[in-house]
């Protein structure tokens, strides 16, 4: 039907006028319903008089008969750009009233959504479209986040999990791909902020969800208002260490290959109900001044774990040297310093070490397993005089089980090169699972080791394998959003996550905690001083999530080609001091 004779009416009776922001993106998002699409389109076209772009939520019209044309001539009424959705299609036209482009749901998992919109006195912004559930598979993301999207919008019809979940899921989204997160449902709306509160420039907004605000608007429905900084957004990307090292993964050719249209749920390792709950002790310790002392320490806190009932011990990262706390510094500039960095690296610590021989033995001892950080090197690492001690080691988690076999040593992937304590590192090549027994059961576990969780393939990868537990030992200063991130790798993986920082020091600031496979909180987050937290897993939950229809549609794993492509045309170059390339991850 032709709307422009009745919406010229109707736009009379509504006396709402808002002045325009043209430093900011300003997004308008329809909720409510109303089975007479002219009084939709009237308010989409009144939201033009203040908005660059409207957001409906999923499935907003029963029937996609007609939206099309409908909506064209309200986008060119209004000169605003619509994000409309009818069934499972979401129609993009822009503020000249231009088709953009239609999508249907699946499609961001599978090929390219993202595109250019010209939104009034904004110029082109690149967008990314995803529906239904999409957001919860981070690849989908990922791949639009390399395609360039700098926004990325999320519809939903209703949403299936819990506030605080979802919550965490948008800010991870934002966090992790530095893109602005526009996600609505029928009676809902949130904008996950792109800014990392690591990186202060460009960082003029200090929550990790931005502000999202009703307007008053007559009848049935409602909308509300949000906006932001295109220019902080773009500030942000180019910012070397976000911009560059964190939205440009590695190359990933476990999630390169198969493109399944259809996913594949995560394996559940044990389909029979062969173990309960499962509990970590995660061990939030200061930093310790010197090896000796290290081991020591450790030991005694896991004799604690141990009578507390836990069947693994969690440290922090590289507790073997305390981190960086015997760390002297160094200027790339000034080799005297420079040479004593280096010496650093001789307090790392071999297989067949005392710090692994004891620990192998204290958890045969006292019935546990042991997750414990090191620096380690490999055996052959130290050879020539003229590279005598200055090879460099790995930042590492040795897994121990009851019975004192290692089970799992596991390289950090992610190494920080910008930091100069990690730059004399080696960085991992692959991420791995292993089964250990504890004396309630067997239960597969994997490991991250702090900045890893910032990527999102990392857990995927680990996922992939059917892990259940994903231990990881941590060393940062941990803002509310890092935090999130932890429990969006569980629920997004249906894995449960314990995560082991230092109590409060030069380096660190504790907030050591857990997540179910739910994303639910378990423990924590700790406060700064040094405590021990007992996180307890249902893993029979767990397995009985994975196994349900509801569990393996929300965990299902695409396949997606594209991500591998752009690390053969734009690959970042992990260098470690030696300049070395690390590799691809394999």
Known sequence: MLLRPVLM?????????LSLENEDLIVAFIHGT???????????????????????????????????????????????????????????TDATGNHVTSITEGDSLKTNTTVSLSCRQKGPITVGLLLGDELWEPLGARTQMLYGAEVLISSVAADKHSLNVTQNM????????????????????????????????????????????TVPNPGPISISRANFSLAD?????????????????YTYQPLCGLNSDEGEGLPATFT??????????????????????????????????????????????????????????????????????????????????????????????????????????????????????????????????????????????????WSPEESLTTPGRQFSTATINTKHGNVTVGAMICADREFPESARTLGMQGVELILTPNACGLVPAQLRQFATRAAENGAAVAMANYAASACCNGRSVAFDHMG?????PAGPEETMLLAHFDIAALRKHRSSS??????QVHKNPKICDFQKNNAFQRENAYNRNAGAVV
């Open 9 to 17: 009416v109707l736009l009379t009776q509504v006396s709402l006028t």
């Open 34 to 92: 109303s089975s007479n699409h002219t009084q939709v389109w009237a308010a989409c076209m009144k939201a033009g008089e203040w908005a660059d772009i409207v957001v409906f939520p999923g499935s907003y019209f029963p029937s996609c008969a007609g939206v099309l044309q409908e909506q064209l001539e309200a986008s060119k009424l209004g000169k605003v750009a619509i994000a409309s959705t009818c069934e499972s299609m979401m129609i993009l």
């Open 170 to 213: 948008v800010v991870t989204r934002g966090f992790e791909n530095a893109a602005a997160v526009l996600y609505t449902t029928s009676t809902d709306a949130m904008v996950g902020n792109w800014c990392n509160d690591m990186i202060a420039d460009g960082c003029q907004h200090g929550s990790e969800l931005l502000d999202v605000t």
């Open 233 to 249: 957004l773009r500030l942000q990307r180019s910012n070397t260490i976000w911009g560059d090292a964190f939205r440009r993964p």
């Open 272 to 417: 029979q109900a062969d173990v309960s709950n499962i509990t970590v002790a995660i061990l939030q310790m200061k930093t310790c001044e010197n090896n000796t002392y290290c081991l020591q320490k450790l030991q005694a806190e896991v004799r604690k774990a141990a009578a507390s009932g836990a069947d693994i011990a969690l440290t922090p990262e590289m507790w073997s040297t305390g981190y960086n706390a015997q760390y002297p510094g160094y200027s790339p500039s000034d080799f005297q310093k420079l040479g004593a960095a280096f010496q650093w690296t001789h307090l790392s610590s071999g297989m067949k070490s005392e710090y692994v021989t004891s620990l192998q033995s204290l958890a045969v001892e006292l019935d546990i397993a042991i997750a414990a950080g090191m620096m380690r090197r490999d055996e052959g690492d130290i050879g020539s005089a003229s590279q005598a001690g200055l090879w460099p080691p790995h930042n590492s988690v040795l897994i121990i089980d009851r019975h004192g076999d290692i089970k799992l040593v596991y390289d950090k992937v992610h190494t920080c090169v």
């Open 520 to 524: 639910m909180t378990v423990t924590g």
């Open 550 to 555: 509801y569990g393996q549609q929300l965990i």
